[in-house]
């Protein structure tokens, strides 16, 4: 049977990425526009698209997050099988 690693360093530096990004998309600077359109249509088609684009950097902030979650309790949940299979070796030795 062959061995599972599980490397702790990794999953940090995926919960850290994913926590950067998160920041990132929930910080996002969203374009304005300022009036300088003019034109009814071309004004409705950008508060279209910012709308759209206010959605996806939401959407992405929360798939960060939550992917970032879910490799934060990985680690914690390997490391306390490690530590219940540590303990019953322990014992059983």
Do not use: C, I
Not at 74 to 79: A, D, E, H, I, R
């Amino acid at each position: 049977m062959a061995d599972l690693l599980v490397s702790y360093s990794t999953l940090d530096g995926v919960y850290n990425a994913l926590e950067s990004a998160t920041k990132t998309f929930e910080g996002a600077s969203m374009p304005a526009d300022g009036g300088a359109f003019g034109a009814d249509d071309v004004t409705g088609a950008f508060a279209t698209f910012r709308t759209a684009q206010e959605r996806s950097a939401a959407w992405l902030g929360d798939t960060s997050r939550t992917l970032g979650q879910y490799a934060h309790d990985t680690k914690s949940l390997v490391q306390d099988a490690d530590d219940g299979l540590a303990g019953k070796a322990e014992g059983a030795g």
